[in-house]
């Protein structure tokens, strides 16, 4: 087992927010697989009978506080493992840099569920190639991933050094933002599964890393962040259906086995491409699974049309 | 194929009670039964076969248009849950090929339980869900190895294959056939999303076959010639019975079954369209414009080999010849071909990916598709064929009834 400050954290904020909620409620919905549809009709999972009170937005102020306060100690570490990248870039050890550098992205990954409140920084820090004129050469292209391109694409730690010292700033400007960003409740329980959803376009695809092939590093942080997000929201779900919060508590625990299986020394991972193709399967199918049984979280916490979709309007911008 | 269908469907009305058909023995699933009242769809989407019977739909019955083979990987924590997934495939697999009103739900209920890509009725559009297993789901994960079929292995690379692991092998198999792609795609989806976390998806090839308004006889292939002309009569039940249903050499369970083999061949369009008529003739066998084996008049006279020892008419490396010699030791070893063309992308080099998603049922590999695989290597058609990928898999015999699941066998 890791020592790793963030899971220790993420199990605790959990356990504590779970203190208090009853485990052992009535079980009276449905807890097999229907024959028929192939997804279940809401109705099926959900409790019909007793007074449940809508939800309030009040009721998400404690589960976004606590998000709130996870994401800061995640990027409080990663502000340490960048700080370690920076020095091994220095000393052009490339052995410790591509360590450091893995370690920082699955932090990152693992505080997915706000990305969407990060704006512009989210961009600097994560952003990709893809969408920008003129791809890898394009100035706008900066944090992780152009450190990526830099010490696995190009194998050279001078070349990384300036994108460095930009994630650091970036990351230290993200944190100080941290506690005015808004995190607009029904979008926060969309989250849930949303994250996962991510992993399977942008991680398992091979799209997002595909110089490192940390694709299972970045997904063990996006499970890690999907843990603590249902971890908050449980209550919420709970007071409607033990079904729901069973199952997609379960569908992540068997994707988290599947991950440890996978794990060598001091929890580090195979890469991606070079995964075997049942345990690729495996992975896969297990991630999809997972988000099946997230995808009811929204409307079981609260059955009303989501909100419209926010774009970056009101979000931090970038240095 | 439609023209057969059509008649089977004609008997089937003339013959009353629809849903009977399926369980007379020697019809078995391969009748085809008016859609339920569940249906109201007209004309093709109407068409349907029964998902129960003594053996499964979609290996005797005709070919529909179109196809999808989807291998999975099991990827259930233990034996239950696999059991309870593959429940689920035959349960979902019965519904669609039966057809119903689609669960659409409302705003504020979730996701849809249907995809809604069928709008709202689920026509069954002449659906066939073929369900098989291959040697890997024998292994030590799931306890089934002491239930393993006496002649499944895992489907080995022949001396001309370049077969690529991410589209070969698997753990199941599903079959998909009907006659639009819309059908398969909605079906595929709905049973992959019934089996999440059980089955995880490994590959899938789409294929289709040529319209039948064409011309009479057998579909071409993508190399521009009639293929499967010499099929054997699905119609004898004797024949049928010696050549592709399992018998008591396999254990209970696995009894009224059949071998699939399915090989990804992709042909070399290009190159092929380059050669002489002459040679590709030679290469195959047939005459290119009417299909008749060479110095015969019709598709389907017999190449009459015995008045052609030398093969100056018929090279004795001929596809043909070397596939079926027409001896009376070699006729054992024909095989049910129920294949597709397929046709996907562009590769490195520019050059179409295209070809037969290879398809045969048999009782007994060793003895019918690898006796007929060992007597084509090196032919010369090798040179403008690339199998790529496929499998071999067994197919239990079909789900008794609406309790019953194909499968169920192995986990009593």
């Known amino acids: ?319 | 194929m439609r023209a057969r269908r059509r008649e089977l469907l004609l008997g089937g009305a003339a013959m009353g009670a629809g849903a009977a058909l399926g369980r007379i023995p020697g019809l078995g699933s391969g009748a085809a039964v008016a859609a339920g009242a569940a249906a109201p769809a007209e004309g093709e989407l109407a068409e349907s076969f029964a998902f129960d019977g003594a053996h499964q739909a979609g290996i005797l019955t005709p070919r529909q248009r179109r196809a999808i083979f989807a291998s999975f990987d099991a990827i259930a924590p233990a034996r239950a849950e696999l059991a309870d997934g593959l429940r689920t495939l035959s349960e979902r697999a019965r519904a669609l090929c039966t057809g119903y009103d689609a669960l659409l739900g409302a705003p504020g209920e979730g996701p849809t339980p249907d995809s809604g890509v069928l709008g709202n009725t689920v026509s069954p559009d002449a659906l066939t869900v073929t369900i098989g297993f291959g040697a890997a789901l024998f292994d030590d994960r799931y306890g089934l190895a002491a239930r393993r079929p006496r002649g499944l292995r895992e489907m080995p690379a022949f001396p001309d294959d370049d077969l690529h692991a991410a589209e070969s092998h698997g753990d199941v198999i599903v079959q998909l056939c009907a006659n639009t792609d819309e059908t398969l795609l909605h079906a595929l989806r709905d049973l992959s999303r019934a089996t999440r976390g059980v089955l995880g998806p490994r590959w899938k090839v789409e294929g289709f076959l040529p319209s039948p308004d064409r011309e009479s006889g057998a579909g071409r292939n993508l190399l521009g010639f009639k293929d499967g002309t010499a099929n054997p009569d699905t119609g004898n039940e004797a024949t049928m019975g010696e050549l592709v249903w399992t018998g008591r050499e396999e254990p209970a369970w696995a009894r009224g079954g059949t071998y699939q083999v399915v090989r990804i061949i992709r042909n070399r369009v290009e190159f092929w369209d380059r050669v002489s008529r002459g040679e590709q003739e030679l290469m195959i066998g047939r005459d290119k414009a009417r299909g008749a084996p060479l110095g015969r008049a019709a598709e389907r006279d017999d190449p009459d080999y015995g008045a052609d020892p030398q093969g100056r008419r018929i090279p004795l490396d001929a596809h043909i010849r070397l596939a079926r010699p027409r001896t009376e030791a070699t006729e054992g070893s024909q095989i049910l071909r129920r294949g597709y063309n397929y046709s996907r992308g562009i590769d490195e080099a520019d050059q179409l990916d295209m070809g037969l998603v290879f398809v045969a049922f048999q009782r007994d590999i060793a003895r019918q598709f690898e006796a007929v695989q060992k007597r084509l290597a090196g032919e010369p058609l090798v040179d403008y064929v690339v199998p790529t990928g496929g499998g071999y898999f067994f197919l239990p015999p079909g789900a008794r009834d609406s309790q019953d699941w194909v499968g169920s066998g192995l986990f009593i």
């Open chain 1, 1 to 319: 087992m890791r020592a790793r400050p963030g899971a220790a954290c993420a199990a605790l904020l959990a356990a504590a927010l779970l203190a208090g909620c009853g485990g052992g409620g009535d079980h009276d919905e449905q807890s097999t697989a229907a024959a028929n549809p192939p997804a279940q009709p809401l109705e099926d999972l959900v409790r019909l009978s007793g007074n449940i009170p809508r939800v309030r937005d009040a009721d998400f102020a404690r589960p976004t506080a606590a998000y709130r306060r996870y994401v800061d100690g995640e990027l409080r570490s990663m502000q340490g493992e960048i700080a370690a990248l920076s020095a091994a870039v220095a000393a052009g050890d490339m052995a410790a840099a591509q360590r450091a550098w893995l370690a920082a992205d699955e932090r990152y990954e693992s505080i997915g569920a706000a990305y969407g409140a990060f704006g512009d920084l989210d961009a600097a820090i994560n952003g990709g190639s893809g969408g920008l004129p003129g791809g890898v050469r394009s100035p706008d292209f900066t944090g992780l991933h152009r450190v990526e391109l830099a010490l696995w694409g190009h194998g050279s730690t001078a070349e990384a050094a300036p994108f460095v010292a930009r994630l650091d700033r970036d990351v230290a400007a993200l944190r100080r933002a941290v506690p005015t960003i808004e995190i607009e409740p029904l979008e926060y329980v969309l989250r849930g599964h949303e994250v996962l959803e991510g992993s399977l376009d942008l991680q398992l695809s091979g799209r997002e890393s595909p110089w490192s092939g940390a694709a299972l590093r970045a997904l063990r942080g996006n499970l890690q962040g999907t843990e603590v997000v249902l971890g908050t929201l449980r209550p919420l779900i709970a007071r409607r259906s033990h079904v729901v919060a069973e199952r997609s508590e379960a569908s992540l625990a068997a994707l988290g086995r599947a991950l440890r299986r996978l794990e060598g020394d001091g929890g580090s991972l195979p890469r991606w491409d070079r995964t075997p193709e049942r345990a690729r399967t495996e992975i896969a199918g297990l991630t999809a699974a997972a988000a099946e049984q997230l995808a009811y979280v929204p409307e079981v916490i609260d059955p009303r049309p989501p909100p419209a979709r926010k774009s970056a309007i009101g979000a931090v911008a970038a240095e």
